[in-house]
């Protein structure tokens, strides 16, 4: 059964998170996450879960006692935002490398400093290197769907990598929204029990965990990593289209919207699509033949389906909601560039950084990218990076 609703957010994930009944959940509070821990608190005390609640001092002890539950055989969740993501960092590396299916929802805001609470992706992209799947939420309806998804695609005995869920603070974490969520038999069904293989705690396997693993090892396990990521793309999917099934709704690694015909695109993540998907259609209204591409897994980066998907696009603007100080481009920037290389067509591709510190997006901003999309499409030349809103 279906039910609509209105929800933030936060409280989408945190219902996610009831239905699912994780074993255990280690929880800080940092805006503009608090609310998910917080509700999911209320949950626990009210006896709607059995979850055991861990209220730790730090987000480094809240991955570290996540790690703990985990490796000792039980179905682990915490989330965090941007500093306090950045505190768990080392945990994080260390919970992939374990191969421990923690999931963790991300409300994304901007690392310090200047301090900030706001929007933007600095905080995500900070662990793309991590050995983490990301995956990013367009809107609340999408934060509660990839939760329910995400413990599937963690703990599938291919994968066993940890999930990162992203979405837009206070954007998507704190605007009401109306979704649809699933009953809580139908999403126990979907998840299923938790059965590791190896654990701690199994007294039949007595196992060792976190050993000191020097050059004659290392490199061997670092590549049992890379093939989880990249099994992850194929359970991804076929999890999202078991999902469709009880949900209606399917998910892959990206979205296209309205690419077919595309003479130019833009790509973005997370609540920012909305604007663009909106921004499209008035456009498409006046005959202008324009298109977005949503990737919604980030880690493992989709790079075949993302060339599959643009090779017919005259001009392409990347949207970035994370700077890298490279001066050559955002994280995702690079990434479509580098996946459309073997293309070897006169694809050409620019770059937008926009958002940062939660600056708005506006309809106008996006128009000036398709406006500027099709000036180079002309033969006009544009910066290679260019910031989007900026006051200059």
């Not at 960092?89 to 991300?106: D, G, N």
């Not at 690419?259 to 130019?264: H, R």
């Not at 997370?270 to 604007?275: D, F, R």
Request: charged fraction near 25%.
């Amino acid at each position: 059964m279906k039910t609509r609703v209105a929800l933030t957010g936060n409280e989408a994930v945190a219902h996610a998170m009831k239905q699912i009944n994780p074993d255990v959940v280690a929880a800080y509070p940092i805006t503009p996450q608090t609310e998910i821990v917080q509700i999911f608190s209320s949950f626990v005390s009210n006896g709607q879960v059995d979850t055991e609640f861990v209220a730790v001092e730090s987000e480094h002890s809240a991955m570290s006692a996540a790690i703990g539950a985990a490796a000792a055989g039980a179905r682990a969740m915490t989330a965090t935002s941007s500093q306090g993501l950045a505190l768990m960092f080392e945990m994080v590396y260390i919970a992939s490398s374990m191969r421990l299916p923690i999931v963790f929802p991300v409300v994304n805001r901007a690392l310090s400093g200047p301090i900030n609470i706001h929007c933007d992706h600095s905080d995500a992209m900070g662990l793309r290197d991590s050995g983490v799947i990301q995956l990013f939420s367009e809107n609340a309806q999408e934060a509660y769907d990839n939760i329910i998804q995400a413990f599937r695609i963690a703990e599938h005995p291919e994968v066993r990598l940890p999930v990162m869920v992203n979405l837009d603070g206070f954007i998507t974490s704190h605007a009401m929204d109306v979704l649809e969520v699933l009953d809580d038999e139908t999403v126990k069904n979907f998840v299923g029990e938790y059965k590791p293989e190896d654990f701690l705690l199994n007294a039949k396997n007595p196992i060792s965990m976190g050993n000191l693993d020097l050059y004659d090892f290392y490199f061997e396990h670092r590549r049992q990593q890379t093939a989880a990521m990249e099994a992850a793309k194929d359970v991804i999917k076929e999890v999202g289209k078991e999902f469709a099934k009880i949900s209606g709704r399917e998910y892959g690694l990206l979205e296209k919207y309205h690419l077919d015909d595309a003479q130019v695109a833009v790509v973005v993540l997370n609540s920012a699509a909305g604007t663009a998907k909106g921004t499209c259609d008035e456009l498409r209204k006046k005959g202008l033949k324009v298109g977005v591409l949503k990737p919604r897994v980030y880690r493992p980066f989709p790079h075949e389906e993302i060339k599959e998907a643009l090779k017919n696009v005259k001009v392409i603007a990347v949207l970035d909601r994370a700077e890298t100080f490279s001066t050559n481009g955002g994280p995702m920037f690079q990434e479509i560039r580098n996946a459309l290389y073997d293309l070897k067509g006169d694809i050409k591709v620019v770059n937008y950084i926009y958002g940062l510190g939660g600056r708005d997006l506006l309809v106008e901003h996006v128009e000036k990218v398709y406006s500027d999309l099709f000036d180079l499409k002309d033969g006009k030349s544009l910066n290679t990076v260019n910031y989007l809103g900026l006051r200059e």
